[in-house]
T-cell receptor, first 111, second 114 residues
């Protein structure tokens, strides 16, 4: 079973920031938070991951609370092409371990 | 640098036939994972392989399914005597096999069993 909890859906306006929340209250010290997304029926796309510090790349920012029990994925300027299912996943460190996908959150970006 | 490649992208089989799905990992990646997504369901892990070794097959159905990742060539997911319930999207992911390594997914193979 997934160790994360996400709302089922949310929407945002094109050009605005999309803030996608995730709860992982039982996360262990050696578990990373990963975010993937799946656009329509395509293969999942890696977005970003982090352990305890905030992370930023060309796609998004990841904000992890100090107690690590929750995180937020931020898409700074959402476009219509960002409409997808976003998955928040916790994964042990360095174990080459499988990804356990939950139901994710469906983000709908409206014009 | 090419991404993970899967072929065929679409595969149609009749009940009782065999299905072979191929996955070529990203260059430099030696670890392969297979996942299955049934219609209207989430992605489920099936098997994790390194070259010539099956590391974790805890998600593989006990019968009819097998996987390999030979020293040379792509990883193969084989489904014998397919049934309609095998209709799904099968995704392969690869990783370089390092600490905190990230899995990158291919476009998937959509299997339809008639």
């Amino acid at each position: 079973d997934a160790k994360t909890t996400q709302p089922p859906s949310m929407d945002c306006a094109e050009g605005r920031a999309a803030n996608l929340p995730c709860n992982h209250s039982t996360i262990s010290g050696n578990e990373y938070v990963y975010w993937y997304r799946q656009i329509h029926s395509q293969g999942p796309q890696y977005i970003i991951h982090g352990l305890k510090n905030n992370e930023t790349n060309e796609m998004a920012s990841l904000i992890i609370t100090e107690d690590r029990k929750s995180s937020t994925l931020i898409l700074p300027h959402a476009t219509l092409r960002d409409t997808a299912v976003y998955y928040c996943i916790v994964r042990v460190d360095g174990a080459n371990s499988k990804l356990t996908f939950g139901k994710g959150i469906t983000l709908s970006v409206r014009p | 640098n090419a991404g993970v490649m899967q072929n065929p992208r679409h595969l149609v089989r009749r009940r009782g036939q065999e299905a072979r799905l191929r996955c070529s990992p990203m260059k430099g990646h030696s670890h392969v994972y297979w996942y299955r997504q049934l219609p209207e369901e989430g992605l489920k892990f099936m098997v994790y392989l390194q070259k010539e070794n099956i590391i974790d097959e805890s998600g593989m159905p006990k019968e009819r399914f097998s996987a390999e990742f030979p020293k040379e060539g792509p990883s193969i997911l084989r489904i014998q005597q397919v049934v309609r319930g095998d209709s799904a999207a099968y995704f392969c992911a690869s990783s370089p096999g390092q600490v905190t390594d990230t899995q990158y997914f291919g476009p998937g193979t959509r299997l339809t069993v008639l």
